[in-house]
């Protein structure tokens, strides 16, 4: 069975920087796609960023775009999210999952979620 944990949320000032890590157990990481998604209240959960298996691709929404970095860690079996620049519209609650489907931004075709962490930016 296939579990992610995320960690790294908290709160933080506009313009602040956080980093979420996302830590894998139970089938090895390089199998996935791993992506980034998150859900404001009262919206729908989009699409954030995706890392191709071997970490060599990414892709990322254009909201995100040249402010986030998406990298992996196999030998660690961690995705992490490094969020900079961040604004009030950031804030979310933050998820990693994993997909057998590459670079796949659609969230149907993930099979592993995590739990997700509150990630709040003040304005």
């Known amino acids: 069975q296939v579990q992610l944990v995320e960690s790294g949320g908290g709160l933080v000032q506009a313009g602040g920087s956080l980093r979420l890590s996302c830590v894998v157990s139970?089938?090895?990481?390089?199998?996935?796609?791993m992506g980034w998604f998150r859900q404001a209240p009262g919206q729908e959960r989009e699409f954030v960023a995706v890392?191709?298996?071997?970490?060599?691709?990414?892709a990322y929404a254009d909201s995100v775009k040249g402010r986030f970095t998406v990298s992996r860690d196999n030998d660690k079996n961690t995705v992490y999210l490094q969020m900079n620049s961040m604004k009030f519209e950031d804030t979310a609650v933050y998820y990693c999952?994993?997909?057998?489907?590459?670079?796949?931004?659609?969230?149907?075709?993930?099979?592993?979620w995590g739990q997700g962490t509150q990630v709040t930016v003040s304005s």
């Open positions: 999952a994993a997909s057998l489907a590459y670079m796949t931004f659609r969230g149907y075709e993930y099979s592993y």
């Open positions: 139970g089938r090895m990481l390089s199998r996935y796609s």
């Open positions: 890392i191709g298996w071997s970490g060599g691709t990414t």
